[in-house]
């Protein structure tokens, strides 16, 4: 039996340990295979204090998930409920879907997916005095929580996972090191951006840089040309899809 071909080109995942197979999937229809370089993984809070907070937030008026593992990790605490009158905000389309399948049929999500996608939703326009409940990691989504409090909100936060700083995979290294394919970077987090670059050998480091980067959102396409990448574009969002046909776009042989 002979050896299955290669991919022709590669994406590059920096998601966490585990989180990569919507993205080897939306790679695969283009041709492309991936390499996984994780920088962190993720560990679900399982205390008191993040039952508590989470009650109190998943009790809120408004209540705001921050991703699809915010999602998974709040139920793993608590089912999800939805009681009449409140409003739940998802950060994207993937987070909305996580709360549809943990039963919260009434979601609603930007078609901007990041941030600004989000503050820029209707329900969010005026908060003073109302109690919102923000279900995230301890450094989730920074940029919301000030502005929402500026808006007038009391924020219940609840950190209900944790992302854990991993070395990165002595294969991945090595499969980096060995790539002769043409390659892009996906962005979707400048937290796992900056953990890659602080682990990469500096035999590598140059290299990484010269890759083009397609990013999920303008503040992470900032965040690449800050980090010393000069070749970035912009997806059309954060899904694998968008992000792996936004890939297409900057391979040297130019195949869709």
């Not at 809120?60 to 009681?83: G, H, I, N």
């Not at 919102?132 to 219940?156: Q, S, Y």
């Not at 209900?160 to 790539?179: D, I, M, N, Q």
Request: net charge neutral; hydrophobic share 45%; proline share 8%.
């Amino acid at each position: 039996m002979g050896h299955p071909t290669p991919p022709a080109w590669y994406v590059i995942s920096l998601r966490p340990q585990g989180g990569h197979d919507a993205l080897r999937r939306a790679a695969a229809r283009h041709g492309a295979g991936l390499l996984a370089l994780s920088p962190w993984r993720i560990s679900r809070c399982d205390d008191d204090a993040s039952r508590d907070a989470l009650r109190a937030a998943l009790a809120s008026p408004v209540v705001v998930f921050t991703s699809p593992a915010a999602v998974s990790a709040a139920q793993a605490l608590q089912p999800l409920r939805d009681a009449p009158g409140q409003s739940w905000l998802a950060v994207g389309s993937g987070t909305a879907a996580a709360l549809n399948r943990a039963g919260i049929h009434e979601v609603a999500f930007p078609e901007r997916m990041d941030s600004e996608g989000l503050l820029a939703l209707p329900e969010l326009a005026d908060l003073h005095g109302t109690r919102l409940g923000f279900v995230t990691a301890p450094d989730g989504r920074n940029l919301l929580v000030p502005t929402l409090e500026a808006r007038g909100a009391e924020i219940h936060r609840a950190e209900v996972y944790r992302r854990e700083s991993v070395p990165l995979g002595a294969r991945a290294l090595t499969a980096l090191a060995a790539l002769q394919a043409p390659a892009c970077l996906l962005l979707s987090s400048g937290g796992a951006l900056q953990e890659v670059l602080a682990q990469l050998p500096d035999s590598l480091a140059g290299r990484f840089r010269a890759l083009p980067v397609v990013a999920a959102s303008g503040r992470l396409a900032d965040a690449a040309h800050e980090a010393g990448f000069a070749h970035v574009v912009l997806a059309d969002g954060p899904r694998p899809a968008q992000l792996v046909k936004a890939a297409c776009t900057v391979r040297p042989d130019g195949i869709r």
